[in-house]
């Protein structure tokens, strides 16, 4: 059973970056890609980028010019660095398993492992 | 960029009764589109993927719709556990992308 433990700094300064580790156990960690997803207080839910076991990434554009996505697979980790924050990065971040990519195909069945979030506030 | 409207933003409904929650695309999607159920403090979980396709374990009161701009997730006869928040979300494979949408909260009546 795959489960999904994340970790990282909890309070950051403005200006400064985020950064936020997550340790699949359990399951494959080489045929799915792996995501972060971020949820503003009382707002919805908006996804921030995803990466393979082998290093591909894709981020939301709104976000592509600050984000960081890294992943070690000996470790069964990725990482998610934020840069230049404000106000508005706070959130709780999660890391979430999508989808999974088969020879050359893929195939999503949504973000069906979720972590259990970490809460981020940045404040001076 | 695909923006998902979901509708309406707040329904009250009766333990017992069912209900029809929407969400529409700004453009076709196909069938991409996934939902998701939320209870406060909790990570979300995957109800529905490809439009219609329950989720592994989940029950078979919970049922998905739609191709193109046009969705809907129904629950037939509410239990108690169902009230929550839902989001549906579109999926692109190349380039990869994926939007949500603003979510609908699910309260007791």
Redesign the interface.
Known sequence: QVQLLQWGAGLVKPSETLSLTCEVSGGSFTEN?W?WIRQPPGK????IG?ISHTGVT?S??SLRSRVTISVDTSKRHLSLRLRSLTAADTAVY?C?R??AQVGGF?H?????V????TTVTVSS | DIVMTQSPATLSVSPGEGVTLSCRASQSVSTNVAWYQQIPGRPPRVLIYDASTRASGIPARFSGSGSGTDFTLTISSLQSEDFAFYYCQQYQNWPPSYTFGQGTKLEIK
């Open positions: 890609f995501n919805g839910l908006e996804w995803e894709t939301n554009p999660y979430a999508g989808r893929s999503f069945s949504g973000l069906d979720w972590g259990l979030g």
